[in-house]
């Protein structure tokens, strides 16, 4: 089975308006609200890839009950942790989110250790104000003797600490990555030393996004795969990595080769930036019949 945990589950609030001017009433063309969160967003992707996965967290209040209801919606099975508030409690509650308590990391934990081998765990995103701010380390500290494939996808500490457990995969982009060792990477060619510098400190496999530049991976077959992103006109870059993780999970479950899921994670994250939800199977096949023909024509 395949899990993910996202410690920052939001509501995101969809717009689209045409010329919009500041200073004048604007009316708004398109409006959709989501279940959000870098966790999530792997979860619903994987959904339409047509893999099941049970998303973990904390939820609590209206905010709470309407992510879960949303996500169960997409047939998703959900296992959030709900944290109790009383009333005065209330002024604890701010935008990072609520109050967690010992107990309620206690209940992750267990979940996360009934967890069987070769299941996968996916981590990402930011570790708010109201947990322990070493959560990544605890909890790929309490995993570390299952086989698990775990996935790990955030930034600078969070990143760098996980890679003494060895994850799976790790998926920064180059930004991220240049900012970890003080330079610039704008190609393809210029972020391959760094991602072997990831996977000498830890990391199985590398996958570095580049937005529009493509994409890169260094695998624990020491392969080193590079491609241009697929050709399409960006409408919406949010979730567009989360969506590259969950086509890399999905084509390394599929066919067991690197080279097909980093193909699948390529296509299924620009799938997403090309369209204003979040990447379906049918956008994402026609992007890989199209990076494939392209593969082959330059061979």
């Not at 949303?70 to 009333?87: H, L, P, Q, Y």
């Not at 003080?182 to 496999?205: F, H, S």
């Not at 996004?209 to 890169?216: E, F, I, P």
């Not at 969950?246 to 799938?271: M, N, P, Q, R, V």
Request: with cysteine; net charge negative.
């Amino acid at each position: 089975m395949i899990y993910t945990l996202t410690f920052n589950p939001s509501l995101d609030y969809i717009i689209h308006v045409n010329d919009f001017r500041i200073g004048e009433i604007n009316r708004t063309t398109y409006e959709k609200i989501f279940a959000g969160g870098k966790g999530i967003n792997v979860s619903l992707v994987l959904k339409n890839l047509g893999h099941d996965s049970i998303p973990l967290g904390f939820v609590a209040g209206f905010t709470g009950r309407e992510i879960v209801k949303r996500i169960e919606d997409e047939g998703i099975k959900t296992a959030f942790i709900n944290v109790k508030m009383r009333s005065n409690e209330e002024t604890e509650i701010n935008g990072q989110g609520p109050k967690i308590s010992d107990e309620n990391i206690l209940e992750l934990f267990n979940r996360l250790d009934k967890l069987e081998d070769e299941d996968i765990l996916v981590i990402s995103g930011s570790v708010p104000n109201t947990l322990p701010s070493d959560m990544y380390e605890q909890i790929l500290n309490r995993l570390k003797n299952k086989k698990l494939n775990i996935v790990v996808d955030a930034e600078k500490d969070l990143l760098m600490k996980s890679l003494a457990f060895h994850p799976f995969l790790i998926k920064p982009n180059n930004k991220e990555l240049g900012e970890i060792y003080g330079v610039e990477l704008k190609t393809r060619e210029d972020v391959i030393p760094y991602a072997m510098k990831l996977q000498e400190l830890g990391a199985r496999n590398v996958l570095i996004s580049l937005a529009g530049q493509g994409a890169v991976l260094v695998s624990e077959n020491k392969e080193i795969y590079k491609s241009p992103a697929p050709k399409g006109i960006l409408v919406n870059s949010i979730g567009a990595g989360d969506s590259m993780v969950a086509g890399f999970i999905s084509g390394y479950l599929e066919s067991g080769k690197y080279h097909d899921a980093f193909i699948k994670g390529l296509c299924t994250g620009s799938a997403s930036a090309f369209s204003i939800e979040l990447a379906k199977k049918e956008e994402v096949e026609n992007l890989i019949d199209k990076v494939l023909k392209e593969e082959n024509n330059a061979n």
